[in-house]
T-cell receptor, first 117, second 114 residues
Framework: DTGVSQDPRHKITKRGQNVTFRCDPISEHNRLYWYRQTLGQGPEFLTYFQNEAQLEKSRLLSDRFSAERPKGSFSTLEIQRTEQGDSAMYLC???????????????FGPGTRLTVT | KNQVEQSPQSLIILEGKNCTLQCNYTVSPFSNLRWYKQDTGRGPVSLTIMTFSENTKSNGRYTATLDADTKQSSLHITASQLSDSASYICVVSEKKSSGDKLTFGTGTRLAVRP
């Protein structure tokens, strides 16, 4: 499968615990994005990377959230001291760089559904 | 504030019927508009991307229109199938020097009944 993959697909955790999600983008894609989607809503932007550099972070990304892409390939999103309001689907997407004429297309992974009890 | 509004919120149609979903946006400066299909519990999948100069674009039974003057788009589904049951999300891209920034609508949830 050459698409975007995410792991785990589902995560149930107790309030106060830390969780970490992983995203593996399409191999030739330089850009990687994280989104959060709550029930009945569209995805909301969290952050994105150009290779290993984190270029933009949304105000939604509180201090408890941290994302990394250390080698410019896979990325991790960690949530510390989880709260019930963190329950959502966390989507990862990847794309080529803006200077590539195929840039417009963002390919989404299947998402990680987080439930905080 | 950039916004994307979709209507209706939900829609139920019978298999074989046509339907049209609407999208209004206030994103500026405009780069492109995309329609995504999202099955329950899955990530969105792109149906079509339209730039400023494109008025109509088709992808099989899906036809998207764009009126950049009135900032409106529609997605028409012809001869619906049970597999069309999903959420359809309109996404408008804001042109920025670092690349496009996406604003997502809340989606239209479509249910196709036999």
């Amino acid at each position: 499968d050459t698409g975007v993959s995410q792991d785990p697909r589902h995560k149930i955790t107790k309030r106060g615990q830390n969780v970490t999600f992983r995203c593996d983008p399409i191999s030739e894609h330089n850009r990687l994005y994280w989104y959060r989607q709550t029930l009945g809503q569209g995805p909301e932007f969290l952050t994105y990377f150009q290779n290993e550099a984190q270029l933009e972070k949304s105000r939604l990304l509180s201090d408890r959230f941290s994302a990394e892409r250390p080698k410019g390939s896979f990325s991790t999103l960690e949530i510390q001291r989880t709260e019930q309001g963190d329950s959502a689907m966390y989507l990862c997407a990847s794309s080529l760089s803006p200077w590539d004429r195929r840039y417009y297309e963002q390919y989404f992974g299947p998402g990680t559904r987080l439930t905080v009890t | 504030k950039n916004q994307v509004e979709q209507s209706p919120q939900s829609l139920i149609i019978l298999e074989g019927k046509n339907c049209t979903l609407q999208c209004n946006y206030t994103v500026s400066p405009f780069s492109n508009l995309r329609w995504y299909k999202q099955d329950t519990g899955r990530g969105p999948v792109s149906l079509t991307i339209m730039t400023f100069s494109e008025n109509t674009k088709s992808n099989g039974r899906y036809t998207a229109t764009l009126d950049a003057d009135t900032k409106q788009s529609s997605l028409h589904i012809t001869a619906s199938q049970l597999s069309d049951s999903a959420s359809y999300i309109c996404v408008v891209s804001e042109k920025k020097s670092s690349g496009d920034k996406l604003t997502f609508g809340t989606g239209t949830r479509l249910a196709v009944r036999p």
